[in-house]
């Protein structure tokens, strides 16, 4: 399982020039393409890395940011939201800065997330008051979280699963929300917090509407049952849909400590009709036999929302159909379009 790594130290792989631009440049590292100053790195040369939605606290060194990502969170905080962005009509997604700006870090290595040294965190949209809840505890532990890891940090996957079959399904703009049953316990969560059962919160009357209790009960099994609320007051409600809806990505069986795969998933959800299911797009491709580079597949994530056609849908999720070494894989491919609509 993989966990997200929001500052990092990256090797440049290639610099390319960047038409009618005489003060910027491109730079690649791994499957991610940034914007840098002209002649400040070289090919092979390492620079920290900071992914797109890393929030950056205000400090003299970030200043330059201030005109395109300064943001005031809903509890006062001030920071720097990155986002990605065309500059030039290139795409630009993240920050690369010298390491020689950070003498904070001693003996710099690749692999370790630098975020906390540095005050960095994960930008998350306000939650609205309906689904805020009242915290019971941390996320548990013996779930998997629901956060999937970009492509852009896997590049070695088009070699290594090329031959691998994926269930392709669409990844929606919600709220992500886990309801689980431990042991006869039963409990629900929003993406980082166990919430206490009350009822006003929106998780609380899904759980109640859908039955899941007695969905649970009937099943006998130790399982997660996770999924995007959607709807009105949720992350601008792209789709326009009416009141508020569960649908479901993933069935995590605590027991075996594994995501179901997506037949035996799709065989629980058949069986229990209260359950939606968010759309599978395609439940059997290669996805590395379509997708041979890092720009295929981005351009493969474009395209309409299939519950919404008027809307860019947030991109594509893929799960492989068979287990390796016990465990899915997995992974997202955004949509550039989306995120370049975003505010």
């Known amino acids: 399982m993989f966990e997200r790594k929001l500052v990092t130290i990256r090797k440049i ?17 791994d499957g991610w393409q940034c914007v840098v100053r002209k002649g400040e790195f070289k090919i092979s040369d390492e620079g920290l890395f900071f992914e797109i939605d890393s929030f950056l606290p205000v400090e003299e060194r970030y200043e330059f940011l201030r005109k395109s990502s300064y943001k005031k969170l809903f509890d006062g905080t001030e920071g720097f939201r990155l986002k990605t962005m065309k500059l030039k009509g290139k795409l630009s997604q993240g920050l690369l800065l010298p390491l020689s700006m950070f003498p904070e870090i001693q003996n710099p290595e690749s692999g370790i997330d630098y975020a906390e040294i540095l005050k960095v965190v994960k930008y998350e949209p306000p939650l609205p008051a309906q689904l805020t809840g009242i915290a019971k505890g941390l996320f548990p532990s013996f779930i998997k979280k629901t956060d999937q890891e970009r492509i852009q940090n896997l590049p070695e996957y088009f070699e290594k699963y ?13 709220s992500s929300a886990t309801f689980y049953c431990l042991d006869g316990v039963f409990g629900y969560c929003s993406r980082n917090l166990e919430l206490k059962e009350e009822g006003e919160n929106t998780y609380y009357k899904i759980a109640l509407e859908l039955g899941l209790k007695e969905i649970f009960l009937r099943l006998q099994l130790n399982i997660a049952i996770q999924g995007e609320v959607v709807g009105e007051g949720i992350n601008k409600n792209t789709l326009k849909i009416k009141g508020a809806e569960f649908h479901v990505f993933d069935i995590y069986d605590i027991d075996k400590r594994r995501l179901l795969l997506p037949e035996e998933r799709m065989s629980l959800i058949k069986n229990n009709p209260n359950l939606k299911h968010i759309p599978i797009l395609n439940s059997n491709v290669k996805i590395f036999q379509i997708c041979k580079t890092m720009d295929e597949i981005l351009e493969y994530a474009k395209g309409k929302s299939f519950l919404n056609p008027q809307t860019e849908r947030e991109g ?21 379009d989306y995120l370049l609509g975003e505010s």
Do not use: C, H, T, Y
């Not at 038409?19 to 590292?29: G, K, M, P």
């Not at 594509?316 to 550039?336: G, H, P, T």
């Open 13 to 29: 792989s290639k610099i390319l020039p960047i038409e009618n631009a005489d003060l910027i440049e491109l730079a690649i590292i």
């Open 316 to 336: 594509l999720v893929f799960k492989s159909v068979e287990l390796e070494n016990n465990q899915s894989i997995s992974f997202k491919v955004v949509n550039n």
């Open 162 to 174: 090329k031959n691998m079959e994926f269930e392709m399904s669409e990844k929606e703009n919600g």
